[in-house]
């Protein structure tokens, strides 16, 4: 059997953003002959393209992921949970783990569900406002072909998902988006699809927990100029991990790779700002010769003579993530540009080396697992 090519590079561009994965046996093959299939329901066999991402909760508190089940059916692309042994939990300790279970299509994942919101909206990067209430097409049309899928481990009652778990499925749709050309709005829900459905359901974001993880992540793509106008300083984020403190953190880590020294090692991008942001704060602001060291205060949105350092984590930004402005001369005091950069893409404030492109030859590149789960 032929791989399927259009996920080939995710593994990867995972474990280069810190995340633990996993590659069960088998799921970069073509497990039951579907095709990747487009709105104008059109393919190119191994070479296409979901159209967009579908999100699931396994309304179980434990799961062990399976490229075929029993029957022989296929159902998502990836899990998430807390990885202990070989499964996959909602809470009890264990490290966030993405699993991979199929590179193609599920013949049991979206089900059947109303075509308009795939072909109308999804495809064409316009936001559906869900859930959805209307029945389902008759005759029955089935989503497998057209969305990708993930299934995180909760029993969707609406508890809180672990933070880990939850700031993993946020990379996770980052990446793909960047990778795909999407929008936020490509990732729906199961509820979106369907009124027989009511995934994903946490406490984040609840009642509708899918609208909170869009605005999340478009948040994450439109880069930190969607955060002008915040002051953040330690303590801020704790509980609820903050995006504009993950942008500040990865340029931080870019300023630090760049400029090395013996207490300059990287920090963690976690939205969380704690003593190592601060003191990796105070360390670059005392180069910059800010006047207040510890905090970065992005100025009011609403005055153009009001940037506070704002200019300053713009030019970080711009030379260590490439995001926004690159052509502004705005570098700060002793950076030094990247030669060839060419880093324009959100993904680089969680995977430092950026999205592959799936047309790569992986042939000879069958890395192995973070660890195994058979």
């Known amino acids: 059997m032929t791989d399927h090519a259009t996920l080939l590079w995710l593994p990867d561009a995972l474990r280069d953003a810190g995340l633990a994965v996993a590659e069960l046996h088998g799921w970069k093959l073509n497990q039951q002959g579907y095709y990747w299939t487009d709105e104008d329901d059109t393919h190119d066999r191994y070479q296409g393209d979901p159209v967009g991402w579908m999100w699931h909760h396994t309304a179980t508190s434990g799961f062990t992921p399976y490229v075929k089940n029993a029957k022989g059916q296929s159902k998502a692309n990836l899990f998430m949970g807390l990885a202990r042994g070989n499964r996959l939990y909602q809470e009890g300790g264990g490290e966030p783990t993405v699993v991979f279970a199929s590179g193609g299509p599920g013949n049991f994942t979206a089900g059947a569900g109303k075509r308009y919101v795939m072909r109308d909206l999804v495809a064409r990067d316009r936001r559906f406002i869900g859930p959805q209430h209307q029945a389902d097409d008759v005759p029955s049309w089935y989503g497998n072909r057209y969305y990708g899928s993930t299934e995180t481990v909760h029993l969707g009652d609406g508890s809180l998902m672990h933070p880990g778990v939850w700031d993993m499925q946020l990379q996770v749709a980052v990446l793909l988006s960047e990778h795909f050309g999407w929008s936020a709005w490509r990732h ?187």
């Open 188 to 374: 729906i829900g199961h509820l979106d699809h369907t009124k027989r459905k009511v995934d994903p359901r946490v406490a984040q974001g609840a009642p509708y927990t899918i609208g909170h993880m869009q605005d999340q992540v478009e948040a994450l793509l439109s880069g930190p100029e969607a955060f002008m106008g915040w002051t953040m300083k330690e303590g801020d984020g704790v509980g609820r991990p903050l995006n504009c403190i993950r942008w500040a953190q990865a340029a931080l880590n870019g300023f630090r790779a760049q400029h090395p020294s013996g207490s300059r090692d990287p920090i963690a991008v976690t939205g969380v700002f704690g003593p190592e942001t601060t003191a990796a704060v105070t360390d670059y602001q005392r180069g910059a010769q800010f006047n207040r060291l510890g905090e970065w205060d992005n100025g009011d949105p609403d005055d153009d003579n009001d940037n506070g350092d704002w200019g300053q984590i713009d030019a970080m930004t711009a030379v260590y993530i490439g995001r926004f402005h690159p052509e502004a001369d705005h570098t700060p005091p002793g950076t030094v540009t990247p030669h060839g950069s060419n880093m324009h893409t959100a993904a680089y404030a969680l995977a430092p080396h950026g999205p592959k492109s799936h047309t790569e030859d992986y042939a000879a590149k069958d890395h192995a697992a973070s660890h195994t789960i058979v």
